[in-house]
């Protein structure tokens, strides 16, 4: 088996498995260090570690060695870990001791063991406490060399191969030299050109991380200076940076919060760093990253057992970037994902009008019709614990908790309990302890004078003093006399709108499916330059998720459901078509009844030319959420759906930059045309050729 893995390893000519599976990996190691996730990124700072080529060539060995014994052993941890610890390792060792045959030998039965302990550390770790591994395999790899070579003579610490160790004195400042040497410390160049070149390479691939590691540094400096161990800043400094990295931009969602939690674990890392230093300089054991380590797992898993997460949300499954992370939970956040009330659907089959009784400051739903019965259907999946069909109710506006007549109480899968009181006697059609599915009919309202009511409540237990749970409809159309029709993914009830649940029109859906294997071919153009034939072509990931493909390994993740239509989660080198896709649909009611709904697509889909993107860079590290109003209309002269879209985005108080898209949807073949005005160009897209929902395109 390994002879076999070996030949293929060593026989392989391939240039692209080469990039992609090699060079791609290698490069990404030196980037997670600073957990940046760019191989180029990578690769800026593989090179900057070469200013030491003694620490520089013994860290690329044991880089090299961890990837071999990965693939002769089959083993590859969560994000290449067991990469970036080898080089740690390496990078760590050679800067303390000679380069020497016991040396290299010592780096090759380590790298073994961290290629071996990172995987099941990582299921230990993630078991015992729900956090991420991070760069343990490193602290516990290394202590075991400098023991063993604990009698041989330490080397004097390796100089630069260039003359010039500190900045040109037109940039250097009285902090600069202490600051830049110190982020130059975790790839062992601590000396302030270098670190100044790796904080150019970190600004680069994220300015939020740049923050972190400004604002990490001052809080850890400030905190060993006031306890008067000054001398501890350049060595062990870059544990209060990976402190604030680690908590506040990579296993926290962006945002005040998480800030104010990533200043804490820099001040408590760099208490670390001086209890540690008690402990371990007796023993003439270095610190290494061993503060940085306990001040996240300590925030890290105190915060992942709260009861109430949406607060400072945590991203430990798959960490990413902070711009990735944020625009994430900002789409997320505006489509509903994170609410904390109960939502409900497939529940109106007609327009009710939604009513606030103030004197026991609970809504209801009012329907004047003349039907003898009118149905009452079940709001969501529970189980029916408690009903009563044999009330004598006098039709009178008594209070919920005084009675609630004939009633229905369910239990969904997250304990809470979801009351329909005042149903006409006899009209009851579940039995207690029966399973009921969201839209089936289950009862019948009584009618309250000339008008229908309904009465739902939600809450923690069974009896009428429980405590109330907020809830929402999901997935239904709502208006106000004389007002467009507009779809809700989530709504909560105001007084005054009507609302009905939403119906899926199929000939839409099947116009909208994008089924795996689709391919799509449209001719674009932007005013007078030369047209260009682009392609699209749907697929699915090995983790089952949809995506929406297109040149240049750029892609665009979407979701299908029974109502909606949503693109999400762009991801590599910018194209035009796919971001004119996303822009003009982003979410899509599949359904006729809609004519307004709302969204927020990233304002990184636009166009925008490099000054534009520059500015936004820094201003607006995070990102911006565009504003977007979609309406949809049906052409009956060239029988198809016309969806526009306007789009206004918020660059800084008194600056909105907008945008407007248009998308034409043929029943039979699908969207035929895209169009984008933006800054005074217009981006037009036409298909011209195409499958959908197996019908032949032109």
């Not at 997935?475 to 005054?496: M, W």
């Not at 983790?543 to 979407?558: K, P, V, W």
């Amino acid at each position: 088996m390994l002879s076999t893995r070996l030949s293929t390893l060593l026989n392989s000519d391939s240039v692209y498995l080469f990039k992609t599976q090699v060079a791609h990996r290698l490069f990404r190691a030196y980037a997670t260090v600073f957990f940046c996730y760019s191989p180029w990124v990578g690769a800026w700072f593989a090179l900057i570690s070469w200013a030491s080529p003694r620490t520089a060539f013994s860290g690329l060995f044991s880089l090299l060695c961890t990837w071999v014994f990965g693939r002769l052993l089959s083993i590859n941890p969560p994000g290449d870990l067991h990469l970036v610890n080898g080089l740690l390792c390496g990078l760590f060792l050679s800067a303390y001791y000679p380069l020497s045959i016991q040396l290299f030998l010592g780096l090759i039965i380590i790298t073994l063991f961290i290629t071996t302990c990172t995987n099941w550390l990582c299921n230990f770790m993630w078991n015992l406490g729900k956090v991420p591994l991070m760069t343990l395999p490193f602290v516990l790899g290394t202590w075991p060399l400098i023991i063993i070579f604990h009698e041989q003579q330490l080397v004097s610490f390796p100089s630069l191969m260039f003359a010039q160790e500190n900045l040109p004195s037109l940039v250097s400042f009285p902090w600069s030299d202490v600051f830049f040497s110190t982020v130059g410390g975790l790839l062992l160049v601590p000396y302030p050109l270098p670190g100044a070149l790796i904080f150019l390479g970190l600004f680069v691939a994220s300015r939020y991380l740049t923050f972190l590691v400004i604002s990490g540094y001052v809080i850890g400096a400030l905190t060993l200076h006031l306890f008067g161990y000054d001398m501890l800043i350049t060595q062990t400094g870059y544990n209060f940076m990976l402190a604030a990295i680690a908590i506040g931009g990579i296993f926290m969602v962006p945002g005040k919060f998480s800030y104010f939690v990533a200043l804490c674990g820099s001040a408590l890392a760099a208490l670390s760093v001086v209890v540690l230093y008690k402990l371990l300089f007796p023993v003439q054991l270095p610190l290494l990253v061993l503060p940085f380590l306990l001040s996240t797992y300590f925030w890290l898993g105190g915060l992942n057992y709260r009861s109430q997460k949406k607060k400072g949300p945590l991203n430990l499954d798959m960490p990413v970037s902070p711009e990735i992370s944020w625009e994430r939970y900002r789409l997320e956040s505006v489509r509903g994902i994170h609410l904390d009330s109960v939502f409900i659907t497939q529940f109106f089959s007609k327009d009710w009008r939604v009513v606030f009784d103030s004197k026991v400051k609970h809504y209801y739903f009012s329907c004047i019709d003349d039907a003898d019965e009118y149905p009452v259907y079940a709001p969501l999946n529970a189980n029916v614990v408690e009903m009563r069909d044999s009330a004598n109710l006098q039709h009178q506006k008594a209070a919920v908790d005084e009675s609630w007549g004939n009633f229905i109480l369910l239990r969904n899968y997250a304990g809470q309990y979801i009351l329909l009181p005042y149903l006409k006697k006899g009209s009851l059609k579940a039995n207690t302890g029966d399973w009921i599915t969201a839209g089936q009919a289950i009862a019948a309202c009584d009618k309250f004078d000339k008008e229908y009511r309904f009465y739902i409540q939600v809450q923690k237990g069974v009896r009428p003093s429980s405590e109330i749970v907020p809830y929402h409809f999901s997935n239904v159309i709502t208006h106000k006399p004389n007002q467009p029709k507009q779809f809700n993914l989530f709504y909560y009830p105001e007084d005054g709108d009507y609302i009905i649940s939403a119906q899926r029109n199929n000939e839409l859906a099947e116009a909208l499916d994008l089924q795996s294997g689709l391919t799509l071919h449209y001719r674009v153009k932007c005013d007078n330059e030369p047209e260009c034939i682009m392609m699209l072509q749907t697929g699915i990931t090995p983790q089952g998720q949809t995506r929406l493909y297109a040149r240049r390994d750029r892609s665009l993740g979407y979701e299908q459901t029974p109502l909606t239509l949503a693109f999400y989660d762009s991801q590599g080198e910018k194209d035009i078509l796919l971001d004119l896709w996303a822009l003009a649909l982003g979410l899509t009611p599949l359904t006729i009844q809609a004519e307004v709904w709302s969204d927020s697509p990233s304002l990184d889909l636009w166009p925008l030319d490099f000054g534009k993107r520059l500015m936004l860079r820094l201003i607006r590290p995070l990102g911006v959420g565009c504003k977007s109003i979609y309406t949809r209309s049906w052409n009956q002269e060239s029988k198809v759906w016309i969806q526009k879209a306007t789009h206004n985005a918020d660059i800084l108080p008194g600056i909105q930059w907008n945008a407007s898209t248009t998308a034409v949807i043929d029943p039979e073949r699908g969207i035929i045309k895209l169009s984008l005005e933006v800054f005074g160009k217009i981006w037009e897209a036409e298909l011209v050729q195409g499958q959908h929902s197996g019908k032949a395109g032109a």
